[in-house]
């Protein structure tokens, strides 16, 4: 039996300058995975609730206590959420998925060479 869980992604962006140009660079990247259960229900509910709820780091990072951001929530045909929040003329966007744990792998390490392995490649 595979395993549902809910993947939370949070739109980064990373200003580079380049030629006297101000670029803004935007990336989706993996913020949490939960496991949610073990049916596809348990987890668009999941879903649902992070989507209302999650709040990014971009916006944590300067939110007061008892602040409630601005928040406008979508739901895509294919089960996505695509979430805007906004506080303070900041705003960041979360995207909320869910997804089935189809195949996991350990890290596994090489051996560190011996000697004579690091005196061959010396030479």
Same mark, same amino acid.
């Given at each position: 039996?595979? %395993?549902?869980? *809910?993947?939370?992604?949070?739109?980064?962006?990373? +200003?580079?300058? /380049?030629?006297?140009?101000?670029?803004?660079?935007? $990336?989706?990247?993996? @913020? /949490? +995975?939960? !496991? *949610?259960? !073990?049916?596809?229900?348990? &987890? /668009?509910?999941?879903?649902? $609730?992070?989507?209302?709820?999650? *709040?990014? %780091?971009?916006?944590?990072?300067?939110? $007061?206590?008892?602040?409630?951001? &601005? $928040?406008? /929530?979508?739901?895509?045909?294919?089960? +996505?959420? @695509?979430?805007?929040?906004?506080?303070?003329?900041?705003? %960041?966007?979360?995207? @909320? !998925?869910?997804?089935?744990?189809?195949?996991?792998?350990?890290?596994?390490?090489?051996?560190?060479? !011996?000697?004579?392995?690091?005196?061959?490649? %010396?030479?």
């Amino acid at each position: 039996m595979t %395993a549902w869980y *809910v993947l939370v992604e949070e739109d980064t962006r990373e +200003t580079k300058y /380049a030629e006297g140009t101000e670029l803004k660079l935007h $990336r989706w990247k993996l @913020v /949490a +995975t939960r !496991s *949610v259960g !073990s049916t596809e229900e348990e &987890a /668009a509910a999941a879903a649902e $609730r992070l989507a209302l709820e999650h *709040v990014p %780091a971009v916006i944590v990072r300067h939110a $007061r206590p008892g602040d409630q951001p &601005a $928040r406008e /929530a979508y739901l895509t045909p294919d089960g +996505t959420w @695509v979430v805007s929040v906004r506080q303070r003329g900041r705003e %960041a966007h979360v995207r @909320v !998925s869910i997804a089935q744990l189809m195949h996991t792998r350990t890290e596994h390490e090489a051996p560190p060479p !011996s000697w004579r392995e690091k005196l061959r490649e %010396a030479f």
